[in-house]
């Protein structure tokens, strides 16, 4: 079954505005992975966190990931129209799969 | 390199049809697998596969058959299609790089059963 959940399932911002999505768990995440998928395009992989409170940063994409590691966030700061997509948290591997968070659909109204 | 590679992007089928889609990766990953994605229901998976020959069932498997013949190939077949089958497939692949790594995911395939 689900082994996180992620909210929210969407998010509408003007141009400019920063972003999050956050992916929790009920028990303990060995790592946590974070994937985009542009409109009509595939998953790709953007980071992987692993180690308590973790904190990684891509240009203005900032990953997070929980001192329980039960939960993780990804922040967009100043949004822009290329943000638009669909950010998945998967976590955690259990040795041959990974399980996927629902989704968030982010909207970028320039 | 191409990746994963999917076949065919696009196709309609007529309820108790089948059908396969094919799914190659040219990176010698070992570790394959199928997902459909369903609106509001994220990524589910259907099979995977850890090696040539060993192929496993994941979360939603019924009325989908997998084979590994090559470490290469990783064809995914409906047996008799049902419009609860419309989605989105993709395949993806990840090199075994320590314990996991990154999924590669293929361009996906669109499939409406009517």
């Known amino acids: 079954g689900q082994q996180v959940m992620q909210i929210p399932q969407y998010q509408h911002v003007q141009e400019g505005e920063d972003f999050t999505t956050y992916c929790n768990s009920s028990?303990?995440?060995?790592?946590i992975q974070w994937y985009k998928q542009r409109p009509g395009g595939h998953p790709v992989f953007l980071i992987q966190?692993?180690?308590?409170?973790e904190v990684k940063k891509q240009k203005r994409l900032t990953f997070q990931f929980g001192e329980a590691k039960k939960n993780s966030s990804l922040h967009i700061t100043a949004t822009q129209t290329t943000d638009v997509g669909t950010y998945f948290c998967a976590g955690p591997w259990t040795g041959n799969q990974f399980y996927f968070g629902t989704g968030t659909s982010l909207t970028v109204i320039p | 390199n191409a990746g994963v590679t999917q076949t065919p992007k696009f196709q309609v089928l007529k309820t108790g049809q089948s059908m396969t889609l094919q799914c190659a990766q040219d990176?010698?990953?070992?570790?394959m697998s199928w997902y459909r994605q369903d609106p509001g229901m994220g990524l589910r998976l259907i099979h995977y596969?850890?090696?040539?020959?060993?192929?496993d069932q994941g979360e939603v498997p019924n009325g989908y058959n997998v084979s590994r013949s090559t470490t290469e190939d990783f064809p995914l077949r409906l047996l008799s299609a049902a419009p609860s089958q419309t989605s989105v497939y993709f395949c993806?692949?990840?090199?075994?790089?320590?314990?996991?790594?990154?999924?590669?995911f293929g361009e996906g395939s669109r499939l409406t059963v009517l």
């Open positions: 596969s850890v090696g040539a020959g060993i192929t």
């Open positions: 028990t303990t995440l060995s790592n």
């Open positions: 990176m010698n990953h070992e570790y």
């Open positions: 993806a692949s990840m090199g075994r790089q320590g314990a996991f790594g990154e999924l590669f």
């Open positions: 966190l692993v180690k308590s409170g």
